[in-house]
């Protein structure tokens, strides 16, 4: 079976979409964001492509794209369309794949489901990405019941920002979660410096594997 992992956040603007650059350079795999709001500046998928250095033809089309930087539902409505989230199906791929969700892991696609729902059917490894900063505990334990309440499968917590180790330590062991890693932040946020920092970080050979 193809690689595949999902991966969302405990919140917006954690730093999801750079985690999920350096994961498809690493691993030469496709990248997918089903549901882009907001189309004002760079979206996540050219931000994907220019800091992983993914080929274009490994950019797979949004399955929606909404201009209204905000939730999926309220984008929509502005928009006037209705997102199905039924339709809403991974693409086959020779290579491996990264599907990058909106948000956080409950953030509303439409008035009556989540990402989650939707995470829920595809039945596909999810890594969760989460602060290291005050506050992330408990929004990183509550994202972590979320999933798991739908029996979705967590592969693990990959961590960004500064080094704080109580926080590595407290949440895996209270969440019962493995600890991918922590991606720093990096000033300048250039491709090689992301791909060196990844490597440094994190073993790269557990996500090949699709194991710990």
């Given amino acids: 079976m193809t690689l595949r992992f999902v991966v969302t956040g405990t919140d917006t603007n954690i730093g999801k979409t750079v985690f999920s650059a350096a994961l498809a350079d690493a691993l030469g795999a496709a990248y997918w964001k089903p549901v882009q709001s907001g189309l004002s500046g760079e979206t996540d998928s050219q931000t994907v492509q220019r800091l992983g250095r993914i080929p274009p033809e490994r950019i797979v089309p949004e399955a929606w794209r909404l201009k209204t930087p905000a939730s999926p539902h309220v984008a929509a409505r502005i928009a006037q369309v209705r ?9 086959s791929m020779e290579s491996p794949l990264v599907i990058e969700g909106a948000g956080g892991v409950l953030v509303p696609l439409t008035q009556s489901e989540v ?35 739908r029996s979705i499968s967590v592969f693990g917590v ?9 926080t590595l330590e407290i949440i895996p062991q209270l969440g019962n979660v493995n600890c991918l890693g922590r991606l720093p932040l990096l000033d300048p946020l250039t491709p090689c410096a992301l791909r060196q920092a990844f490597q440094v970080h994190f073993d790269i050979s557990c996500f090949q594997k699709g194991l710990l």
Avoid at 83 to 91: G, M
Avoid at 116 to 121: G, I, K, N, S, T
């Fill in 83 to 91: 997102i199905d989230p039924e339709a809403l199906s991974p693409p």
């Fill in 158 to 166: 990959a961590f960004i920002g500064n080094e704080q180790t109580d």
């Fill in 115 to 149: 990402f989650a729902d939707v995470f829920a059917r595809w039945q596909i490894p999810v890594i969760l990405c989460a602060r290291t900063e005050l506050g992330t505990i408990n929004h990183t334990l509550l994202s972590l019941e979320a999933l798991r309440r």
